[in-house]
C-alpha cells in the first residue's frame, strides 16, 4: 500500500517562503506526481505537477513564477518550494500520485496524502 507523508507546513508571513516535501513509502512512484490544495470554504484545486522522471512540471496559473515543484528519485520525495506567499496561499496542501507519466487535468490521482497545513498572515 503506497503512503505519502507531507510535510513542511507551518505559518509564515506575507512575502515568506515555506518548501513542503511529501515522501512516498510502500513502493517506488514512477509517475507523476503533484500538489493541490484546499483553502477555508474553497474546493480543492491544482497546484502544481511533475512527470516521470521530471523533466517536466506543471504550475497552476495562481502559483506560476512563485512555486517550484522537484523530485528526488532516489529518495522517492517531491517537493513545493512556495516563494512569496499571501494571504490567498493559506490552504491545506495535498500531495497526490497519479498513474499517468505525465500530467493531465483529466486524469485524477491514485494516492493522495493526508495534507500539510500552510497558513499565510499578514
Known amino acids: 500500500q503506497v503512503q505519502l507523508v507531507e510535510s513542511g507546513g507551518g505559518l509564515v508571513q506575507a512575502g515568506g517562503s515555506l518548501r513542503l516535501s511529501c515522501a512516498a513509502s510502500?513502493?517506488?512512484?514512477?509517475?507523476?506526481m503533484g500538489w493541490f490544495r484546499r483553502a477555508p470554504g474553497k474546493e480543492r484545486e491544482f497546484v502544481a505537477a511533475?512527470?516521470?522522471?521530471?523533466?517536466?512540471?506543471y504550475y497552476a496559473d495562481s502559483v506560476k513564477g512563485r512555486v517550484t515543484i522537484s523530485r528526488d528519485n532516489m529518495k522517492n520525495t517531491v517537493y513545493l518550494q512556495m516563494n512569496n506567499l499571501t494571504t490567498e496561499d493559506t490552504a491545506v496542501y495535498y500531495c497526490?500520485?497519479?498513474?499517468?507519466?505525465?500530467?493531465?487535468?483529466?486524469?485524477?490521482?491514485?494516492?493522495w496524502g493526508q495534507g500539510t497545513q500552510v497558513t499565510v498572515s499578514i
Open positions: 511533475i512527470s516521470w522522471p521530471g523533466n517536466s512540471p
Open positions: 497526490a500520485a497519479f498513474p499517468s507519466l505525465y500530467y493531465s487535468g483529466n486524469i485524477d490521482p491514485t494516492y
Open positions: 510502500g513502493r517506488t512512484i514512477s509517475t507523476c
